[in-house]
């Protein structure tokens, strides 16, 4: 089958051929770095979404979401805007929000047609459905009625995940670690998992997905960051697997065609504490890239994930595109702009 | 022609001026490197590994005194000599090389015969007890490895030597990590009773500089000069200084090393 990403690299390829000994030659010829293992290779842009702090400041930048028409939508917990419109180019098309202290989940959803943002505030303690320019369509707050939420600033969500029946999943990754079960309307229909070591509870809740990568049966992915493992859960919330990536503090899964990627904020085993990367995993679960980092090609017992070099930070998010580029939001990373890898 | 010549000038000028900028492999610095030694003394059966490697990497072992530099493939091993202070980073051309991280290397100290924890200790932070502080390793950089002991009141450890001799100094392994409390500053205070009967009693302030980056093991050295067998010490953790987030609240202070010399 030929994907979007495969047939433009052959126009490239074949525009390239017509012009490259001009073009190229007087470019000069210096080789980028080239991050990533196996099919999984990518150039970086390091400046690509950077911007004039004074017109467009970031704090923290979380999370990232590209809509249908290709636009890129930053959320950061900077309240001068919460969240920043990227083209393509990387030049800012529109900004918004002043109200979310604590933003730190993004998740888009398709409804009926209509694109929503999920955005979570940990400091608010609210979750808010919302247009892409900024209306307020829902909020979803603390659900007192359980009883580790009878104080409301015990939930501190971090993610949502919205199933296709539009039913929504709240991770309180930063509160008491209970994945929230609600209907499309906000009202509670479970709760599960809570803060603990058994398999099905967590340490550090702090993203979460739909992964319907099997059309049939889909299931969530929640990653248990302090574990450094993703699990895996029904629908209902049972328990069905625990995939453990030694080393690598994930921060949510994004599921793009066939593929997991993650954004790694941190990892053992360096000497510097900003130590994030860039982890991919196919189908199977099995680890097919760690761009910045440590594979294990040889599937070793005792591997430890682990940064190689200095590429990123403290990576909090990774948007992938249509064309399979990827943008990563960085977390306590001297307020730096999203970066963009370029497959190769 | 002119035109032809025109239109592909147009394309050269775009082709340039629109130029992505990549980063280059020599504007990315390799990751710091964590290494380990089978002990912390110059004995002649040190042996530094450096077990994350990058695997493309090589590590590079400069011994600061006399200059004498040594490298090691990744999944080597290197033997280690001289006491003093190495300097260690990686290195992958055209990658900037790592940071330059600092290992030191001690002489041999006298023998201990027992070393004991006298104030009822903090079990979370006691977890390999007292005999980590004669093991002859040290620690990383992490309070909650086992390695570690620490507390953030006072407490007394009692030492008892194999022979009374004299005894020049002690070495302490103390750890600095500004962001979990840990503040390698104490006052400690040495009780002893002398060869003839009589008390000896000493005091000295343990400081190393204030400092705010991530965690770092350091060595803290204290002339004695006494002579006895047997003697304590009763440590003083400070306060956190004024330019901390917790300023006034007691400090925590981790110790991973004892060495009397």
């Known amino acids: 089958m030929t994907t979007r990403r495969d047939f433009l690299n052959r126009s490239l390829a074949l525009g390239a051929s017509a012009f490259a000994p001009s073009v190229f030659w007087s470019c000069g010829n210096d080789d980028p770095l080239i991050i990533g293992h196996g099919e999984y290779r990518y150039r970086i842009i390091p400046d690509w979404g950077k911007q004039d702090a004074s017109k467009f400041p970031v704090q923290d930048c979380h999370e990232m979401v590209q809509t249908q028409n290709g636009d890129l939508y930053l959320l950061t917990n900077h309240t001068r805007n919460n969240i920043l419109v990227y083209s393509l180019d990387g030049k800012i098309k529109n900004a918004w929000g002043t109200v979310f202290p604590g933003a730190h989940g993004l998740t888009l959803f398709d409804e009926n047609g209509s694109e929503v943002l999920w955005i979570t505030d940990y400091e608010r303690h609210q979750v808010f459905k919302m247009t892409l320019d900024g209306q307020l369509l829902l909020t979803i707050d603390a659900p007192q009625d359980v009883l580790a939420y009878k104080d409301p600033t015990n939930f501190k969500p971090t993610e949502t995940a919205i199933a296709s029946d539009g039913s929504i999943y709240i991770a309180d990754g930063y509160g008491a670690q209970h994945i929230l079960h609600y209907d499309p309307n906000g009202q509670l229909l479970n709760v599960f998992g809570g803060y603990g070591t058994e398999a099905h509870l967590f340490q550090n809740a702090h993203g979460i997905c739909i992964d319907d990568r099997k059309k049939d049966s889909p299931t969530l992915l929640i990653t248990a960051r302090e574990q450094q493992a993703v699990k895996r859960f029904s629908l209902e919330g049972k328990h069905l697997e625990t995939i453990s990536l030694p080393g690598a503090y994930i921060c949510r899964p994004v599921i793009h065609n066939e593929q997991c990627y993650f954004s790694v904020l941190k990892s053992k085993g360096v000497g510097n504490a900003d130590s994030g990367f860039v982890l991919i995993m196919d189908q199977n679960d099995q680890v097919v890239s760690c761009p910045g980092a440590t594979f294990d090609s040889e599937n070793k017992a005792d591997f430890l994930y682990h940064q190689t070099m200095r590429v990123f930070q403290y990576p909090h998010d990774v948007c992938v595109d249509r064309d399979e580029n990827l943008y990563v939001a960085q977390w306590n990373s001297g307020n730096t702009y999203p970066i963009k890898l370029v497959r190769v | 022609m002119i035109w032809r010549g025109l239109y592909f000038g147009v394309l050269l000028f775009v082709g340039c001026t629109q130029e992505t900028i990549y980063l280059k492999p020599d504007a990315v610095q390799l990751s710091t490197p964590v290494v380990e030694t089978s002990t912390i003394y110059s004995n002649g059966v040190n042996k530094l590994t450096a077990p994350n490697l990058d695997p493309e990497a090589t ?47 001690l002489p041999e100290g006298q023998l201990i015969s027992s070393l004991t ?145």
Do not use: C
Request: no cysteine; proline share 8%.
């Open chain 2, 117 to 261: 924890w006298e104030t009822q200790p903090e079990p979370e932070y006691f977890k390999g007890g007292s005999a980590v502080l004669t093991d002859g390793k040290s620690e990383g950089p992490s309070f909650q490895s086992a390695g570690w002991t620490g507390a953030n009141r006072p407490f007394v450890v009692s030492v008892e030597m194999a022979h009374v001799k004299a005894i020049d100094s002690m070495v302490l392994g103390v750890l600095a990590d500004a962001g979990a409390w840990i503040f390698p500053k104490a006052k400690m205070q040495l009780t002893a009773t002398s060869d003839n009967g009589a008390p000896i009693q000493k005091e000295f302030m343990l400081e190393l500089p204030w400092q705010t980056q991530g965690p770092s093991h350091h060595f803290i050295s204290v002339p004695l000069g006494i002579q006895a067998q047997i003697f304590t010490l009763q440590f003083e953790p400070a306060l956190l200084p004024e330019q901390h987030q917790g300023a006034g609240q007691p400090a925590w202070l981790f110790l991973d090393e004892l060495i009397i010399y």
């Open chain 2, 59 to 105: 590590l590079e072992v400069v011994h600061q005194s006399t200059g004498g530099r040594l490298t090691m493939a990744s999944g080597a091993s290197l033997d280690l000599e001289l006491s003093g202070k190495y300097q260690i980073r990686s290195l992958r051309p055209p990658l900037q090389p790592s940071a330059t991280i600092e290992l030191q290397l």
